[in-house]
């Protein structure tokens, strides 16, 4: 199985800071990744597909890069309902296997 | 709207089954593939299964196969997992999840359903 890595594990910033959450797989996946938001209580949410597609709907404060086994999430102005867990997922090849995921909390 | 609803979670003891349903509405639901995914505290989120939207090509973790088996009834807008000789390791919330078009990235999920496996 394909082993995905999330840093950090948590990060504390205030609102309007830029935040970047890396996630780095064990081999190569192209661009066949995704990016979730989770909030307590509730489902993941699709924010990103294909590394760096925005799913409709989701800010454009969110953007996503990279290729081959490092990519990287980017919220460039963090908005008061940002706070939430984020997880990456690869969709290259079965089984699809997530991230650890990312606890983005309020400084 | 896309919606997707869980339900069949509950406690059971280890050793046991449970029979988790999805009903899905406001999609062509035999248009799209499915998953079932779960997530623990401890292990964060594990794709459990997924089916095609036809039914025929099946895939499962390794740590569920030969105990549960995935199935759909495109006629009633539904995805079951059937869940036998359930393991504590098996708690978990379940959620069924629809691909986005033809890939393997979940779009849409459903609130989730709790399964509690302990004596």
């Known amino acids: 199985d394909i082993q995905m890595t999330q840093s950090p594990s948590s990060v504390s910033a205030s609102v309007g800071d830029r935040v970047t959450i890396t996630c780095r797989a064990s081999?190569?996946?192209?661009?066949?990744l995704a990016w979730y938001q989770q909030k307590p209580g509730k489902a993941p949410k699709l924010l990103i597909y294909?590394?760096?597609n925005l799913q409709s709907g989701v800010p454009s404060r969110f953007s996503g890069s990279g290729s081959g086994t490092d990519f990287t999430l980017t919220i460039s102005s963090l908005q008061p309902e940002d706070f939430a867990a984020y997880y990456c997922?690869?969709?290259?090849?079965?089984?699809?296997?997530f991230g650890g995921g990312t606890k983005v909390e309020i400084k | 709207q896309v919606q997707l609803v869980e339900s069949g979670g509950g406690l059971v003891k280890p050793g046991g089954s449970l029979r988790l349903s999805c009903a899905a509405s406001?999609?062509?639901?035999?248009?799209?593939?499915m998953s079932w995914i779960r997530q623990t505290s401890g292990k964060g989120l594990e794709w459990v299964s997924h089916?095609?939207?036809?039914?025929?090509?099946?895939y499962y973790a390794d740590p569920v196969k030969g105990r549960f088996t995935i199935s759909r009834d495109n006629a009633k807008n539904s995805l079951y997992l059937e869940m036998n000789s359930l393991r504590a390791e098996d708690t978990a919330v379940y959620y069924c999840?629809?691909?986005?078009?033809?890939?393997?990235?979940?779009?849409?999920w459903g609130q989730g359903t709790l399964v509690t496996v302990s004596s």
């Open positions: 999840a629809r691909a986005l078009s033809g890939l393997y990235y979940f779009h849409y």
């Open positions: 406001g999609f062509t639901f035999s248009d799209y593939y």
């Open positions: 089916i095609s939207n036809s039914g025929s090509t099946i």
């Open positions: 081999q190569g996946i192209s661009s066949w």
């Open positions: 294909g590394a760096s």
């Open positions: 997922q690869q969709a290259s090849r079965f089984p699809p296997t």
